[in-house]
């Protein structure tokens, strides 16, 4: 059964708030470049509350996102916006 991912709303990833913050200090070890460092992501609940297909949750705990499924929908959207640029440039030839 294969669809297009447009069937999944990717549409709602743009509600996504990207964030910085930092991981605790025993996430990462210590000879990671990271460690201490501010960094983007998301926070995987609120990817559960926007695209829950791509929050991973064990025993119904929300434990991480998954960008295996973000990255899909995010392509998705790129393309869209890049097929628009085209037209509006007068590309589509």
Known sequence: ??????????????????????????????????????????????????????ADQVEGVIESWNDRYVVPGLLALIQDLYARVEILEGNNE
């Open 1 to 54: 059964d294969i669809r297009t991912v447009a069937d999944l709303d990717p549409q709602k990833l743009l509600t996504l708030p990207v964030r910085a913050f930092k991981y605790k200090a025993d996430y990462l070890d210590s000879a990671d470049d990271r460690s201490g460092s501010l960094l983007p992501g998301f926070i995987a609940e609120e990817v559960a509350n926007v695209y829950a297909i791509a």
